[in-house]
């Protein structure tokens, strides 16, 4: 499988700042694009938030996702991470909010993708969509 990755982000013409956060992590097979809700306080923040702690989650466990890479693991064992690292940004989008007034109420959806082994693992919460494409 030959993956090949590019991100663009545009503000727009209605808002004034991106709150838009994608991330391409060739290495561990991830890419992620979270979409700050526009409108709440720190969509922006919320946004790298869920990037940067799904990449970290996933990071700490790059050797299972080599395994399925590699077909010595079962895919459902990278699905559970995923979900989990996913969970784990929320938790922590929700505590920055809780310990920052200015913050309270901040949110993003997170669409990403896990490719390991010539299978495709996604997981999301929120509206953005991940699409899969053949052939054109």
Not at 3 to 27: C, M, Q, T, W, Y
Not at 119 to 134: A, C, E, N, P, W
């Amino acid at each position: 499988m030959n993956v090949i990755a590019h991100g663009a982000s545009d503000v727009g013409s209605v808002r004034k700042n991106n709150e838009d956060h994608f991330l391409v992590d060739p290495e561990l097979g991830l890419y992620l694009v979270c979409d700050g809700m526009g409108g709440h306080a720190a969509g922006d923040i919320a946004s790298k938030t869920a990037a940067d702690t799904v990449r970290s989650y996933l990071h700490q466990r790059r050797d299972l996702l080599r395994a399925v890479a590699a077909g010595k693991a079962s895919p459902d064992e990278a699905a559970t991470y995923l979900r989990q690292a996913i969970q784990a940004a929320s938790a922590a989008i929700y505590d920055i909010g809780r310990t920052d007034k200015s913050k309270r109420g901040m949110g993003t959806t997170c669409v990403g993708l896990l490719v390991l082994g010539g299978k495709g693992i996604m997981g999301h919460v929120g509206d953005s969509r991940l699409y899969l494409s053949r052939a054109g």
